[in-house]
């Protein structure tokens, strides 16, 4: 079942949860991390994904009102039943370098499940931009941005890439935010979409920031592409003062972790899938 998804929020409320729907969802966000509980927890999102039959659902999330559609989307999935598993240890190292005013740049967005929640948490003054380049994901995106009074989350339809101009993005199959500018494995392999590029500095230019916060890349392997050019080209006081990027190591072809140690970089922290390094 197709759904039309629109950036005109006058709809939202439609595809509100049944009474059952939403006591499954309850249900799954009160399911711990033990092996069990994430086992219970997944058995009950698979009712729930069946029972709404490719519709999406109208929900509050991580302080946030968004719209979400669990069907070719893992991370919309994962927030929608799951927001506890999302990124708990990242969210927390960043949720403690919050400040009033923070500047933060959320790469390779989805939907906004980052920019809007560090929105939530910063206040009014805050600075965010959510840069997602798939354009079916990026219309996901400004809907739930505009769901929220928020005012502090600029959204911009591109890639960030090693070059200003067009790219050819790769789109994973049965995960439509999952796109990469390298072909990563089997499944990114299927769909190519071209779409505009910029450097990480021309976006930091052009948006005149004095400085950068923290920022947050999900890239698939091409944090590398975006983060080199980046620290070569950058004035030092536009280096951000947080990093928090998939641990891509075996994909890069430079050595980023040695471009990060240069540039005055320590890692923070390390989980399973991610990793995070900061100025000191």
Known sequence: MQIEM???????????????????IGATRRCDASWAGKRMAFFLRGVAVRLLAGKPVDIEAMGARMR???YNNVCEKRILFTPQYFDPVERALLASRITPDFVFLDIGANIGGY???????AGPRARIVSIEPQPEIFERLVYNIRLNDFYSVKALNCAVADLDGEITLFVAAGNKGETSMR?????????QIRVPSKTLLSIVTEEQFERIDAVKLDVEGAEDLILEPFFREAPEHLRPKLVLMEFSHGRWAADLGRIMAECGYGEVMRTRTNVAYERA
């Open 6 to 24: 629109t950036s005109d929020t006058t709809g939202y409320g439609k595809f509100a949860p049944t009474a059952f729907i939403r006591s499954l």
């Open 68 to 70: 979400l559609s669990p």
């Open 115 to 121: 920019s809007l929640f560090v929105a939530a948490n």
């Open 183 to 191: 072909i990563v494995n089997a499944d990114s392999a299927g769909e």
